[in-house]
């Protein structure tokens, strides 16, 4: 529970209440990502059971809701931790040279009346201004000057003058930050250069690597000594950092403006694709009615699940793909013809009559195969505990549906992709298998974590070399963890792709005949759905408007509008790489900083004032300012 002291009046009292605030509030910030994680993984495992999918989303608000809790209680011990050092700059400042010559810290001296600069000692030369220290002797009270070339006004609100790798020349002139709907953070600081201002913005940051921020001319990583003197790796944030010209961070704003301004249009047009789909399946739907009679949904349903399921399976290969591509060349004739024998079982559903080759594929006999599948066709709640155990057993190889154990092929695959043998990748598969400490060490009491140890050496196979590698370890652990998820989601809609195809051939068989012009009509209709089905999924989920600004350190700032499937724009913002390749796109290398429109024009509005343009203009809100979906709150934040 946070608590102030609110009857201190000496500097070290008040110091003390503000340490146990700051305190309190990092204990919360702990807390909260605990809960955030335990949500996270029950979506997945929800998810991943097949529950309603409105249950599962609920349950990732939840997540996001706690995620943006986080970061507010982070920000407001960022806020505590400034106050602090503010307070010892100016009032504790005074309050320890009054000491000195042994006045009392009335209210007048400790916090000033208006009438003296806190920073100011008679002492000191006429006029002078700048920071109070102790001293033994209350004839030899100084002051020390600011630091030469440091601007008094600058505001440092990020608190990382001391620490941001600076080049020849070049001179540190403020920063601030803004946070997203995730909890991430967008960090900027301005830099004077003798060529002119620029200005490092770094896309995402999240609240606990904050500390570590050091600019864009920094390492990627850098080695840090906690309190125990261990030494400890970290991010230093610099490969999400873009360093932008003045002038280019000056118009950001208008750049915004023009990206949401696309959105909306988009979103227009999105939202009458949805108006067309409900017309056309109301019409298909009474014309189902005169084969089917009475399961005309029904129908409907399944073929468009049919057809969901193939289109899905056809993402998840090229996703797979990709990652398989940055393989060497031998590795991937290996990997290919393993795939081959995968294939021969089905591409992408299993074939019909070929449970063999099926069993062959999951690691299994016959027998077992057939146990296996007739099993995973009963409702996850009507399973007892031991068919669920024996399912684990066949499917997931005695894992879960969070973390299953792949069929010998599959693993074979899946090392050759991480750089590891296959006995290391089962090693690690055992390790994953068992909960990741939590910070809130409360959480980890009476319950199997990982030791230290088993952490470290689960980092050390994430990290392994060789295998498919992205730009930056961070890329590489994203890049690894996407096939992984893609590989196993894949092998396992294959049953359900399989039957979903032969439910719709045994609906077809039950089918009436239709005289010729109902069925002209019938075919035309539903040549005319998958067309409006087709514009709704090129739409949906898709960036609908995006610019990019050229970096001075290569790469570029991605803004991008991301079409939601309800409706509605969500907005992105990243850094591209300077080695991309054609495949890197928002969100492919790191989760991307995701925010509201109000929110966008925060960053916007950060990157402007760092500049050092006036914003008058940008402190108030555009006229007319119909941007995203009806109701939308701005839940961005800039400090």
């Not at 620490?163 to 600081?189: I, N, P, Y």
């Not at 468009?304 to 793909?321: F, M």
């Not at 004032?609 to 995203?628: F, I, N, Q």
Request: include cysteine.
């Amino acid at each position: 529970m946070l608590t102030m002291h609110l009857d201190a009046t000496g500097p070290e009292e008040i110091r003390a209440a503000f340490t146990a605030a700051i305190a309190a509030a990092g204990d919360q910030v702990d807390e909260i990502g605990s809960i955030v994680g335990v949500l996270g993984d029950a979506a997945d495992w929800y998810e991943a059971l097949e529950m309603q999918a409105s249950t599962v989303e609920h349950l990732r608000d939840a997540g996001r809701a706690c995620g943006t809790a986080q970061a507010a209680v982070a920000i407001a011990a960022a806020h505590l931790r400034t106050a602090l050092a503010d307070f010892d700059t100016h009032d504790g400042a005074v309050a320890e040279v009054v000491a000195e010559v042994g006045a009392l810290a009335s209210k007048e001296i400790l916090m000033g009346d208006g009438s003296t600069p806190h920073a100011t000692s008679s002492a000191g030369p006429a006029g002078s201004v700048g920071q109070v220290i102790r001293a033994a002797d209350p004839a030899n009270i100084a002051v020390i000057p600011p630091v030469e070339g440091e601007d008094p006004a600058v505001k440092d609100r990020l608190r990382v003058g001391g620490r941001f790798l600076l080049r020849d020349g070049e001179r540190f002139a403020g920063s601030g930050f803004a946070a997203g709907l995730q909890g991430e953070l967008v960090l900027g600081a301005a830099v004077d250069t003798p060529g002119g201002r620029q200005v490092h913005l770094a896309v995402p940051i999240y609240p606990g690597d904050r500390a570590a921020w050091r600019g864009g001319h920094a390492p990627s990583r850098d080695v840090v000594v906690d309190e125990d003197g261990e030494e400890w790796a970290v991010d230093t944030g610099a490969d999400a950092t873009v360093v932008l010209d003045a002038a280019d961070a000056a118009r950001l704003p208008e750049v915004v403006e023009d990206v949401i301004a696309r959105a909306v249009e988009a979103d227009r047009r999105f939202r009458q694709v949805v108006k067309d789909y409900e017309r056309v399946y109301a019409l298909r739907t009474r014309l189902e009615g005169a084969r089917h009679p009475g399961r005309a949904q029904e129908v409907i349903a399944l073929r468009e699940r049919v057809r969901q399921e193939e289109r899905t399976q056809e993402q998840r290969r090229r996703h797979i793909e990709r990652v398989v591509a940055r393989l060497t060349p031998a590795d991937r004739m290996v990997y290919h013809q393993r795939q081959q024998r995968i294939d021969a079982a089905g591409w992408d559903a299993w074939n019909p009559d070929g449970d063999a080759e099926a069993a062959e594929v999951c690691g299994l006999t016959v027998e077992e195969y057939r146990e296996m599948r007739d099993l995973d066709r009963i409702p996850f709640p009507q399973r007892t505990a031991v068919q669920s155990a024996r399912l684990d057993q066949l499917k997931h190889g005695g894992g879960d549906a969070l973390h299953p154990g792949l069929p010998p092929l599959l693993a074979e695959q899946a090392a050759l992709v991480c750089g590891l043998t296959l006995a290391e990748y089962r090693e690690m598969e055992a390790l994953e298998r068992i909960p990741k400490r939590s910070k809130a060490e409360h959480y980890n009491r009476g319950r199997r974590v990982r030791t230290h140890a088993e952490q470290a050496r689960v980092d050390e196979l994430d990290a392994a070399p060789g295998g498919a590698t992205g730009p930056t370890p961070r890329a590489t652990y994203k890049l690894r963890g996407e096939y992984l998820s893609m590989l196993r989601a894949h092998h396992a809609a294959k049953a359900k792709l399989a039957d979903a195809r032969a439910a719709q051939a045994a609906m077809d068989a039950t089918a009436r005949p239709l005289d010729q012009a109902v069925a002209a009509e019938v075919a035309r209709v539903t040549t005319e759905l998958e067309a409006v089905s087709a514009r709704h999924d090129e739409m949906a989920g898709w960036a609908s408007a995006s610019t990019q600004i050229p970096a001075r350190n290569g790469g570029a700032l991605v803004v991008e509008a991301l079409q939601e499937e309800d409706g509605g724009v969500s907005y992105r913002v990243d850094r591209q790489p300077v080695d991309a390749d054609e495949d890197w796109n928002v969100g492919s290398a790191t989760d991307p900083f995701t925010t509201t429109p109000g929110g966008l024009r925060k960053v916007a509005k950060l990157a402007h004032d760092l500049a050092g343009a006036s914003v008058s203009e940008w402190d108030r809100p555009p006229p007319g300012d119909a941007v995203g979906s009806a109701g939308e709150t701005d839940e961005g934040g800039l400090w």
